[in-house]
T-cell receptor, first 113, second 114 residues
Framework: AQTVTQSQPEMSVQEAETVTLSCTYD???????LFWYKQPPSRQMILVIR??????QNATENRFSVNFQKAAKSFSLKISDSQLGDTAMYFC??????????FGAGTRLTVKP | KAGVTQTPRYLIKTRGQQVTLSCSPI?????VSWYQQTPGQGLQFLFEYFSETQRNKGNFPGRFSGRQFSNSRSEMNVSTLELGDSALYLC?????????????FGPGTRLTVL
């Protein structure tokens, strides 16, 4: 089975502070890809960051970074220096080779001024 | 490059009707995937097309079908609409010929079934 769990339905953070969103997943595969997508209120899903499972180095993209723990099957997203524009639903996703993408239920993040 | 486009953006239908949604991928992308997003079920995978062939299929009834044209544009059809088909339908495209390439999403089509 391939499942993705986001245990935090809602989170909030003060502007300029740091927040971490949690994601755990389950797969029996050794090679796969993990993603964080952001869906602002306008509904357009935007890629935030991507991690290849075979790479031990954690991916970073400007203020966004991940903590990828393969053995623990954990893939958390850290947002530094939070901005009002970061307010959105954040989805964690898993894709195995030759398989469909599975999404978590999402975490609604609100950045407060 | 232009992003993924979906038409129409909003649609209202009644039960029993059928509907066709369209998706134009990013230029050069050959893979198109479709997802259904609802508040209760979240994001669920419908199917994926690559070079006009269905490569993966989710667990949806046969009323949901799709196809891809030679220019990579894709259509999704839902026949005999039910109230539960009301959802945001998202299309995503990717550029490679492996199924792990990053998907880029369109704005979605909001379907309301009355």
């Amino acid at each position: 089975a391939q499942t993705v769990t986001q245990s935090q339905p809602e989170m909030s953070v003060q502007e300029a502070e740091t927040v971490t969103l949690s994601c755990t997943y389950d797969t029996s595969e050794n090679n796969y890809y993990l993603f964080w997508y952001k869906q602002p209120p306008s509904r357009q899903m935007i890629l935030v960051i991507r991690q290849e499972a075979y790479k031990q180095q954690n991916a970073t993209e400007n203020r966004f970074s991940v903590n990828f723990q393969k053995a623990a099957k954990s893939f958390s997203l850290k947002i530094s220096d939070s901005q009002l524009g970061d307010t959105a639903m954040y989805f964690c996703a898993l894709r195995r080779i030759n398989n469909d993408m599975r999404f978590g239920a999402g975490t609604r993040l609100t950045v407060k001024p | 490059k232009a992003g993924v486009t979906q038409t129409p953006r909003y649609l209202i239908k009644t039960r029993g009707q059928q509907v066709t949604l369209s998706c134009s991928p990013i230029s050069g992308h050959r893979s198109v995937s479709w997802y259904q997003q609802t508040p209760g079920q979240g994001l669920q995978f419908l199917f994926e097309y690559f070079s006009e062939t269905q490569r993966n299929k989710g667990n949806f009834p046969g009323r949901f079908s799709g196809r891809q044209f030679s220019n990579s544009r894709s259509e999704m059809n839902v026949s005999t609409l039910e109230l539960g088909d009301s959802a945001l339908y998202l299309c995503a495209s990717s550029d490679g010929d492996t199924t792990t390439d990053t998907q880029y999403f369109g704005p979605g089509t909001r379907l309301t079934v009355l």
